[in-house]
């Protein structure tokens, strides 16, 4: 038996036991189980490693503002917790504040992910200021939970 043989067979019965699991799964924990897989799937995606946080976000997109909480940050992008109606590839502005320091940060950035939960944003033409700002809160957040 070759490699695509086992394979294919493994999944022949991984499967459809899979759904068989699933299916006897109230519906809330249907739920929660997709979540957790979209989960694994962008975790697996990730160039940076994100830190769990809860800063409140304002944020616009063409025709509305929105307020919310940054739910994990990187150097790269956030994700943003809501239940709003957006889509991948929509531009937005960000604006929150990072303790310690005098301004809140602005910044440009673009929808690159929805989910039930939420939107991950991949931050746009960053400033160097912003930059060395948002790396500074990432050391400082593993340095409070070392």
Same mark, same amino acid.
């Given at each position: 038996?070759?490699?695509?043989?086992?394979?294919?067979?493994?999944?022949?019965? *991984? =499967?459809?036991?899979?759904? @068989?699991?699933?299916?006897?799964?109230?519906?809330?924990?249907?739920?929660?189980?997709?979540?957790?897989?979209?989960?694994?799937?962008?975790?697996?995606?990730?160039?940076?490693? !994100?830190?769990?946080?809860?800063?409140?976000?304002?944020?616009?997109?063409?025709? !509305?503002?929105?307020?919310?909480?940054?739910?994990?940050?990187?150097?790269?992008? *956030?994700?943003?917790?809501? @239940?709003?109606?957006?889509?991948?590839?929509?531009?937005?502005?960000?604006?929150?504040?990072?303790?310690?320091?005098?301004?809140?940060?602005?910044?440009?950035?673009?929808?690159?992910?929805?989910?039930?939960?939420?939107?991950?944003?991949?931050?746009?033409?960053?400033?160097?200021?912003?930059?060395?700002? =948002?790396?500074?809160?990432?050391?400082?957040?593993?340095?409070?939970?070392?």
């Amino acid at each position: 038996m070759n490699v695509s043989e086992k394979t294919l067979k493994k999944y022949n019965v *991984v =499967i459809p036991k899979l759904f @068989q699991v699933i299916l006897n799964l109230p519906e809330e924990k249907q739920l929660a189980l997709l979540q957790y897989a979209e989960d694994l799937l962008i975790k697996e995606r990730r160039a940076f490693i !994100r830190k769990t946080c809860s800063i409140p976000v304002s944020y616009a997109t063409y025709d !509305r503002v929105y307020s919310n909480k940054i739910k994990n940050i990187s150097q790269k992008g *956030v994700f943003i917790e809501t @239940q709003r109606p957006l889509f991948v590839g929509e531009e937005l502005i960000m604006s929150f504040s990072i303790a310690g320091f005098g301004k809140a940060l602005k910044v440009k950035g673009e929808i690159v992910q929805v989910s039930r939960s939420g939107i991950g944003v991949e931050f746009k033409n960053q400033s160097p200021y912003v930059e060395e700002m =948002i790396a500074t809160l990432i050391n400082r957040m593993k340095t409070e939970l070392d």
